[in-house]
């Protein structure tokens, strides 16, 4: 912590030491100019009531006043070119050249930007007065400068209903993102994306967050549904900067800082770890002969005593520039970006760099044509280490490594395996060749026709091109590399959408109305290559050409396509009764000949309370608002060809290539259709400086793809069919306040803080609602996998195993007395030092009829808190993060605990059971691997909530007298830190972490993740 500490705090001395002289510098060393004036007045509202904490101040220069309580000021300006600058929350700011006046008084206009601010809805904008659904929009100003990849880590927190979970540290990883809960088991729980109107597919990292105008979350059915059969999971809009009239406008941007992890697990030492073999080898009565301890100490000192989170982990770096243009005349505007990010991982030899550009073009080709384009470009490459579970999975290797085996060998050459044949991880994140290249564009171009008196017509063409190249080897020096396996793989996709629209606009005395009639056409093609093989000639050569047995090689092409008819009508009556109704009719080739097109309709409805005549006395409510939506949405996120009967190769007979039929068509096979419901209310209050809003929901989904098992005679033992129902209920509340806005000095202060509450549950399931079990399918690494469970009425994302009394048993009498056998009733007898489970049904037996749902990975509420500080030129911001009541299977912690010693073990183990009568929550060490004592339990279960210091940042803008003669229009220097302190009662390196992503039945688990880094970056802003 000191040595990322150091660097902060020597740099904010420098700060300090620069910007101390700022005000002597701005009135050319503290005197007074001669030809100084003296000016009063007094600040009044509209309605000529006087504005006591109104913000006066020079123009170009931080020297100011506030007027008092009787809304009266009094400044002295350096001469009569001075401009007054008059600002206050909730009123729009004034300015005045003071020319020869002494008594300027002025008059404020109240601020209704905050009800007239423009936000991004499906297929065009609203006034936020005007919203009837659940829309929450961030601008980019929040975004900017935060030391992360993409968008989706800087929105992580910020908006109520969104949980965005980052899965792992890894450069380059994704996190997962859920809004309002997950509805599906099959099908996939994204949100769409859309970027600059383009639909795209997985990540959108190919944006810069500092390109970014503002990102809007569709939540309900009412802002979804305009997009029918992908609205299920939400719609997250990223809308980029555009240029704009006026002088051009040159940026430059740059930080650069240090990374670190959090914590280490601490694990046993050399003699720690040599007592604990001694202690169960002597318990079981066999000699220590597997690693020979008395050659690894020589004169009771150990030889080798390694730390391997020391050897695996480093100081990481973090770096990022950009370069922005933007500017235009009457006719044309253009904005352009370039940047390049880089990072250094913790782990060595992990790290991620991605070059990202931008262009924009708008042109008003005449008084009735615009025309325009948009393309946005990135290349990123992903330098790799095996995770999770994976046989050379280093994070796991380090966490089972004993101490006793160097790093290094004496010939200098890493120790490959230490003496229980377990690989060295630092030689397999060295020499293992793992690396992940995706070239990404997203682009469009597009025509708007002003057709007259309100109608206009827009077509736009959209793409979105993704290719991926993947290639990994393994060398013969280290673990399961003998053959030198290798691997190489390239996929992409390509999606191209035509997006043709008619919009309508117009006002008649107090009524309002809009409409919208559009018809669009996409279409996506995948195509994958991979191939792999062995046998290569040297450890020089990592491509497949050097293999000389190829072992695996496969190619395979996708195509998927969507044709939709869409529509939505607004009308407001007198600002003040809202409503708006939206209609969708998508078919898609996914499904089947019988159910291939659907229909996707909501309504909603707002009423403007404020704008009602018996509110007009209360002058502290500037808005409020009710509303409520109802609306169906739909989720077709499944395999391209998943309702037709499929055909699978390699059903090969004496020698002769064959094809079989793998699952059976089912032409009425459908989307998952979603039925949301939402109660909402919104108002501001205290001339804008308190707005609030609140939302109740209802999302019942149904039609679950699910396999139904079939009848034997068919030849197939199941099939997938739309028979499954789930069911998510919350609460989401936002607010944010103007605590100070200028009054004490010109300091200013405000807060916004969100929260949110999700419950799910599954009401309907497949085969009579019997019970879906979950496991890992691909666990090679540990076999003893955590267990998931999808059972009527419980949530999605349970735990489901043994229940752990929290003791084991103290003496061999008591293991007698209870008789408890371990998996059948002819199974080993439980002994002193053995665990002590819940005989659920007492049969005297502990096997799977005693596993019960033993914990939830869905928190109870998810919460955000922004707090920004600006003291006349300095700023300071702090955003907190926390998720609480979710639980987390420590998988890693099993894997080194499960009381096989020759595991490395954490200190958890100094209090196991090592004699009888030892009361004791952990169970005896065993020379041999012993199940009973390692079952998927409540033991490894835990608290993963946390409070969290996701970024803190203090910045100080230099004052525009002193860049003028540099022609320099405006600079910021900043330091940031991101997760500083994390605040939780887990036991593991990071409790944000998620290995199994794309299982819904599988999520919280915890398996030699890369875990969540401590950064601190130093930067600057120039704008010329």
Not at 101 to 122: F, P, R
Not at 188 to 196: A, E, F, H, R, S
Not at 347 to 372: E, W
Not at 918 to 926: E, H, K, L, M, S
Request: hydrophobic content about 35%; aromatic content about 10%.
């Amino acid at each position: 912590m000191n040595k990322l500490l150091n660097p902060a705090v020597y740099l904010l001395v420098l700060i300090g030491m620069f910007v101390t002289q700022a005000p002597l510098w701005a009135w050319g060393g503290g005197y007074r100019p001669s030809n100084a004036i003296s000016v009063k007045g007094v600040v009044s509202s509209e309605n000529g009531e006087t504005l006591p904490g109104v913000s006066v101040t020079i123009k170009g220069t931080t020297i100011g006043t506030t007027t008092n309580a009787s809304g009266e000021y009094s400044l002295s300006v350096p001469n009569s070119d001075a401009i007054l600058v008059f600002s206050s929350v909730g009123y729009d700011k004034q300015e005045i050249v003071v020319g020869g006046q002494t008594i300027i008084n002025m008059v404020l206009k109240s601020d209704v930007k905050a009800l007239t601010e423009v936000v991004v809805v499906g297929y065009g904008t609203q006034q936020r007065k005007d919203l009837t659904g659940a829309v929450a929009s961030i601008k980019g100003k929040e975004l900017e400068n935060i030391p992360v990849r993409g968008p989706l880590e800087a929105l992580q927190g910020r908006v109520a209903g969104v949980q965005i979970v980052q899965n792992s540290g890894s450069p380059g990883a994704t996190p997962n993102v859920r809004i309002r809960g997950v509805t599906s088991l099959n099908a996939g729980n994204d949100p769409l994306y859309i970027v600059d109107g383009v639909p795209v597919t997985g990540d959108i990292n190919v944006v810069n967050p500092n390109d970014i105008q503002s990102i809007e979350v569709l939540k309900d059915a009412s802002a979804t549904a305009i997009y029918g059969a992908r609205g299920a999971n939400g719609i997250i809009i990223v809308t980029t900067k555009r240029g704009k009239s006026g002088k051009t406008s040159f940026n430059v941007s740059a930080y650069t800082g240090i990374m670190d992890v959090r914590r280490q697990i601490p694990m046993l030492d050399a003699y720690q770890e040599r007592d604990y073999i001694l202690n169960a080898n002597a318990n079981a009565g066999t000699a220590e002969v597997r690693l020979g301890l008395d050659t690894l100490f020589r004169d009771g000192k150990a030889v080798y005593n390694t730390n391997w989170q020391d050897e695996m982990y480093r100081q990481g770096a973090i770096s990022n520039y950009e370069l922005s243009l933007r500017g235009g005349n009457d006719k044309t505007t253009y904005a352009a970006s370039l940047g390049y990010f880089n990072q250094k991982g913790v782990v060595i030899s992990s790290g991620f760099d991605t070059y990202r550009g931008r262009f924009s073009i708008d042109h008003q080709a005449s008084n009735r044509f615009k025309t325009g384009a948009n393309i946005l470009l990135s290349t990123a490459k992903r330098d790799r280490v095996p995770e999770g579970d994976d046989l050379n999975a280093v994070i796991t290797n380090a966490m089972r490594m004993l101490p006793f085996s160097p790093v290094y060998g004496a010939d200098g050459n890493y120790t490959f395996v230490d003496q229980i044949q377990r690989p060295n991880p630092v030689g397999l994140a060295t020499l293992t060749s793992w690396f992940t290249i995706n070239n990404r564009l997203v682009g469009n171009i597009y025509g708007d026709y002003d057709i007259g008196k309100g109608l206009s017509f827009r077509s736009t063409l959209n793409i979105d091109y993704s290719g991926t190249r993947d290639e990994r080897f393994t060398p013969s020096s280290i673990q399961g590399g003998a053959a030198r396996p290798a691997t190489a793989s390239y996929g992409d996709v390509f999606t191209w959408i035509s997006e043709n629209t008619l919009n309508y606009a117009q006002s008649f005395g107090k009524h309002s109305v809009s409409a919208l009639l559009g018809y669009s056409v996409q279409a996506s093609k995948i195509f994958n290559l991979s191939a792999a093989g062995n046998q290569g000639a040297t450890d020089n050569i990592t491509t497949l050409n050097a293999a000389a047995t190829p072992t695996a090689a496969s190619s395979s092409k996708s195509s998927w396509g969507l044709v939709s008819f869409y529509t939505r009508f607004n009308y407001s009556f007198n600002d003040r009764y809202l409503i708006t109704a939206t209609l969708r009719r998508d078919g898609s080739s996914r499904f089947g000949a019988d159910k291939r097109y659907g229909l996707f309709p909501s309504v909603s409805v707002g009423w403007r309370l404020s704008e009602e005549s018996f509110m007009r006395n209360l002058t502290f409510i500037n808005d409020l608002k009710v509303r409520a939506s109802i609306g169906v949405v739909g989720n077709q996120s499944i395999s391209d060809f998943g309702a037709q009967g499929l055909y699978s190769t390699g059903s090969n007979y004496v020698g002769k290539a064959g094809i079989a039929l793998s699952a059976i068509p089912n032409p009425n096979l459908s989307w998952e259709s979603t039925t949301q419901s939402d109660i909402g209310v919104d108002f501001s209050l205290f001339s804008n400086r308190l707005h609030f809003t609140a939302d109740a929901y209802l999302k019942k989904t149904k039609d679950l793809l699910l396999l139904v098992n079939l009848p034997t005679t068919s030849g197939f033992s199941s099939a997938l069919q739309n028979v499954g129902d789930t069911q998510n209920k919350g609460l989401e509340f936002s607010i944010s306040a103007q605590n100070i806005t200028g009054a004490v000095k010109g300091l200013k202060w405000n807060s916004s803080f969100n929260i949110s509450f999700n419950q799910n549950k599954i009401i309907k399931l497949s085969n009579n609602n019997a019970d879906i079990i979950q496991t890992s399918s691909d666990a090679t690494f540990f076999s003893t996998s955590p267990v998931g469970i999808g059972r009527l009425g419980q949530p999605i994302g349970v735990f489901y195993g043994y229940v752990y009394t929290g003791r084991v048993y103290a003496t061999t009498d008591e293991a007698k007395a209870a008789n408890m056998r371990d998996g059948s009733p002819t199974g080993a007898l439980y002994v002193a030092g053995d665990m002590i489970y819940k005989d659920l049904n007492g049969d005297g037996v502990i096997n799977d009829a005693d596993r019960t749902i033993i914990g939830n990975a869905n928190p109870k509420f998810i919460a955000g808190l922004t707090n920004n500080v600006t003291f006349k030129n300095f700023d300071l911001s702090i955003f907190l993060q926390a998720s609480y009541g979710n639980d987390i299977y420590n998988q890693t912690r099993q894997s080194s605990n499960r009381s096989f010693v020759y595991n490395a073990a954490t200190t958890e183990v100094l209090r196991s059971w090592r004699k009888e009568g030892d009361v004791t929550d952990v169970p005896r060490g065993t020379p041999s691997t012993i199940g009973r004592n390692g079952l998927v339990s409540t033991r490894w279960i835990e608290d993963g909530s946390y409070l969290r210091v996701k970024t803190a940042t203090l910045g100080y803008t230099v004052p525009a007298v002193l860049l003028k003669k540099l022609g320099v229009d405006n600079a910021r220097i900043y330091v940031s830190g991101q997760n500083l302190f994390t605040f939780t009662k887990y036991s593991g390196m990071d409790p944000e972490a998620n290995f199994r992503t794309g299982l819904p039945l599988l999520q919280g688990i915890d398996l030699g993740t890369y875990p969540q880094v401590r950064t601190i970056t130093c930067g600057i802003n120039l704008g010329f």
